[in-house]
């Protein structure tokens, strides 16, 4: 392998003067403490517009972005021949004619899939007795013309005549529902706009429900829309007074009942809605308690009785335990344990079908599925004995079926949809993920490691590497971390990332606390007052990676994005010489300003998971020792790249670009940093699947030239 500087790989004498945001001074004063800022002028103070029409931006701050990625661009074009090499390999191993596995509904089966060449879904059903597809939803066509477009989500009417779509064309998140006819294939008048994109039909199929964005892009109120109304006469038949309280709608698996769910990162509230009285109004099933979370199922005949099925973490069951309630009678002191709490391993979703219920746990890291018959409690457990994998469930449409749908990969092993026979215990492998180009899972070594943090706890790597890979401290590693929410990071199966295993990168994903990867507790013990537990556990696990041989100790390159860009940037702030570069993807940086704002859409609910600087001192100066932009100094940082979306509305834009505005200002070093903002596009980046290839690709060729590999291979 030919090892290139990283001077070298950039060549960047040949990039010029690099691009200088002008300095604005202001500060607030904040429990006392004066916070400056000069670069507060890069949020444009009509920014809720520009999520509507970016034409606005402002002329000096679309100037600043535009100049940033013109750099950028610069600097990358003479990678581009690597750029587009990856993106072909990518490409080449997507199976472009794809299609999902159909799931019954009754007389049909429904399915999405792509074309050849085709960007966007179609959605499709087919008659469950056999006969031809046909096309429901062509995404291709609905994006003709437009510079951003995201199908969501398509639910079909109870009766199968009608199909309600969602779309977004800003990347915004501010999604219109359509309503279709089918046997026709054109749109009614029915129009709903700035809804979250969820829908749910009465079960006559003469309206369904929605949710609304408010004024500050929050959903927070539901409506009923009757089909051939005026949306300026839609019911509202909820609305969420907290700013810190986010409220969907969703089907409950038995058909009757919809659920309004509200809540934050700590405490959940739930309300039904019956499917069969267009009337229904909500009924609340416990009243919000702080820190009380539960979700619902309803069981019409459990056992002989009509049931809620409760999954929550009530009483102390900190990682959860599920228990059943008299649908008549469903509040909190009527709930009675069928599953109890059993410490340390992690309830992730349970699931209700007329004869079973299954759960999706974690055990020791891993995840399992388990089987319960209703009638006997008989309990079967479907398991996997690779070191790391990822597995998940679905239940379908149908709730009158002995059939589960779950699927399974490992870093190795590409997705199989298997149907299970929760009866008989047979399986049937429905698909397992094409690769056209070819892969061998035999070319490839996936293991699991523990590295020891700070205060002595294990934090498990998965790892991923190509078999003639030497582990001798050589190697370039790409390092992956988020840590936060209580999301964990499947070792999942993914065609990109072996672009770089095939280069003699390590890949690696750090399962550090804030996620729930070892049970409820490492999240608790990564949030709040124990946040900088996430930052120490990712410099743990590369220090480990180098001392074990698995990474050069001048060659990983870190990656996260969201509140894995919190985590890049706290790094970069703690260890800059740690690494040899980091790319952050849409990250959340500013965090203490961001947190003070509560206009912005997603500050109130995030106050539980971060805590609240504008009434809590203490929580301030927390804050202060770990926001990345606030703790920007002089010294010699790594390569950076960082990605931003103009339209984004959970981080937005001007945080990245500050940020990177501030680092130029401050580092000392020599190497570059980059920001690319798409401005078409919000916090998922670009929406068409090969568009999203040029995003992989860019950040694949930053850590090939950053890490010194064989550009040329």
Same mark, same amino acid.
């Given at each position: 392998m030919t090892r290139t500087t990283n001077s070298e790989g950039w060549n960047l004498e040949a990039l010029g003067t690099t691009p200088a945001a002008r300095k604005i001074a202001s500060q607030q004063i904040v429990h006392g403490l004066t916070l400056a800022d000069d670069f507060t002028w890069l949020r444009d103070p009509k920014w809720q517009d520009v999520f509507r029409d970016t034409s606005i931006l402002q002329p000096e701050i679309r100037t600043y972005l535009e100049a940033e990625n013109a750099y950028t661009e610069k600097a990358f074009t003479p990678h581009e021949a690597l750029k587009k090499k990856l993106i072909a390999e990518m490409r080449g191993r997507i199976k472009e004619d794809d299609s999902s596995v159909p799931s019954r509904d009754g007389p049909y089966a429904y399915f999405s899939r792509y074309r050849e060449g085709g960007q966007h879904p179609l959605v499709c059903r087919e008659p469950s007795g056999g006969g031809g597809a046909e096309v429901l939803l062509d995404g291709d066509e609905l994006a003709k013309g437009k510079a951003y477009f995201s199908l969501g989500s398509a639910s079909h009417s109870p009766d199968h005549r009608l199909m309600a779509w969602a779309s977004d064309d800003k990347g915004s998140e501010l999604y219109s529902v359509r309503v279709r006819e089918i046997a026709t294939g054109k749109d009614r008048e029915d129009l709903v706009t700035d809804t979250g994109g969820g829908i749910v039909w009465l079960n006559d199929g003469s309206g369904f429900y929605y949710v609304k964005l408010d004024a500050e892009h929050r959903p927070s109120r539901i409506y009923l829309h009757r089909l051939g109304k005026n949306t300026a006469d839609d019911v509202l038949i909820y609305e969420e007074q907290d700013k810190g309280f986010f409220a969907s709608i969703g089907k409950l698996q038995a058909d009757r009942f919809a659920v309004i769910s509200t809540g934050d990162h700590d405490t959940?509230?739930?309300?039904?809605?019956?499917? #069969?009285?267009?009337?229904?109004?909500?009924?609340?099933?416990?009243?919000?308690?702080?820190?009380?979370?539960?979700?619902?199922?309803?069981?019409?005949?459990? #056992?002989?009785?009509?049931?809620?099925?409760?999954?929550?973490?009530?009483?102390?069951?900190?990682?959860?335990?599920?228990?059943?309630?008299?649908?008549?009678?469903?509040?909190?002191? #009527?709930?009675?344990?069928?599953?109890?709490?059993?410490?340390?391993?992690?309830?992730?979703?349970?699931?209700?079908?007329?004869?079973?219920?299954?759960?999706?746990?974690?055990?020791?890291?891993?995840?399992?599925?388990?089987?319960?018959?209703?009638?006997?409690?008989?309990?079967?457990?479907?398991?996997f004995k690779e070191e790391a994998y990822s597995l998940g469930s679905s239940t379908g449409f149908e709730f009158d079926t002995d059939n589960l749908r779950f699927n399974y990969s490992s870093m190795t092993t590409p997705t199989e949809v298997w149907d299970y026979d929760m009866r008989t215990r047979g399986r049937v492998m429905r698909k397992r993920q094409e690769v056209p180009?070819?892969?061998?899972?035999?070319?490839?070594?996936?293991?699991?490691?523990?590295?020891?943090?700070?205060?002595?706890?294990?934090?498990?790597?998965?790892?991923?590497?190509?078999?003639?890979?030497?582990i001798d401290g050589t190697a370039p590693c790409l390092l992956y971390g988020y840590g936060s929410y209580g999301i964990s990071m499947p070792a999942s199966f993914s065609t990109s990332r072996l672009s770089l295993v095939d280069r003699g990168f390590v890949y690696a994903i750090a399962h550090i606390?804030?996620?729930?990867?070892?049970?409820?507790?490492?999240?608790?013990?990564?949030?709040?007052?124990?946040?900088?537990?996430?930052?120490?556990?990712?410099?743990?696990?590369?220090?480990?990676?180098?001392?074990?041989?698995?990474?050069?100790?001048?060659?990983?390159?870190?990656?996260?994005?969201?509140?894995?860009?919190?985590?890049?940037?706290?790094?970069? #702030?703690?260890?800059?010489?740690?690494?040899?570069?980091?790319?952050?993807?849409?990250?959340?940086?500013?965090?203490?300003?961001?947190?003070?704002?509560?206009?912005?859409?997603?500050?109130p609910p995030e106050w539980p998971e971060w805590g609240n600087p504008a009434t809590d001192k203490a929580v301030l100066e927390r804050m202060l020792r770990y926001s990345p932009y606030d703790n920007v100094r002089p010294q010699a940082y790594p390569a950076m790249l960082v990605l931003a979306g103009l339209t984004d509305p959970r981080v937005t834009y001007w945080e990245p670009a500050k940020w990177v505005a501030k680092l130029r200002a401050y580092n000392t070093g020599t190497q570059p940093v980059f920001l690319k903002t798409n401005m078409d596009a919000g916090h998922g980046g670009a929406a068409g699947r090969f568009d999203r290839l040029d995003e992989v690709a860019l950040a694949y060729v930053f850590a090939i030239v950053t890490a010194g590999a064989n550009t040329s291979s």
């Open positions: 959940s509230e739930i309300r039904l809605l019956d499917l #069969n009285d267009p009337s229904a109004r909500p009924r609340l099933i416990e009243p919000r308690t702080t820190g009380l979370r539960y979700e619902v199922e309803h069981h019409p005949s459990f #056992n002989g009785e009509e049931v809620l099925i409760v999954l929550t973490n009530a009483d102390g069951a900190e990682d959860f335990k599920i228990a059943s309630v008299p649908l008549a009678n469903p509040a909190r002191a #009527n709930w009675r344990d069928l599953i109890p709490h059993s410490a340390g391993t992690l309830i992730l979703d349970c699931s209700i079908f007329k004869n079973w219920l299954t759960r999706l746990e974690r055990h020791e890291g891993l995840p399992r599925i388990v089987v319960r018959e209703i009638a006997s409690g008989e309990e079967h457990t479907i398991a180009s070819g892969h061998n899972p035999a070319d490839y070594v996936t293991r699991r490691i523990f590295a020891k943090a700070k205060d002595g706890a294990m934090v498990p790597i998965s790892l991923l590497h190509h078999v003639n890979t030497k606390r804030g996620g729930t990867d070892k049970g409820w507790r490492w999240y608790l013990d990564g949030k709040m007052e124990k946040k900088e537990n996430t930052f120490t556990d990712f410099i743990a696990c590369g220090e480990h990676l180098i001392t074990e041989k698995f990474a050069a100790p001048d060659r990983i390159v870190a990656q996260g994005g969201s509140a894995g860009g919190l985590l890049m940037g706290a790094v970069a #702030n703690l260890r800059p010489d740690l690494f040899a570069g980091i790319i952050a993807e849409v990250p959340f940086v500013d965090v203490i300003n961001t947190m003070l704002d509560g206009s912005l859409p997603l500050t």
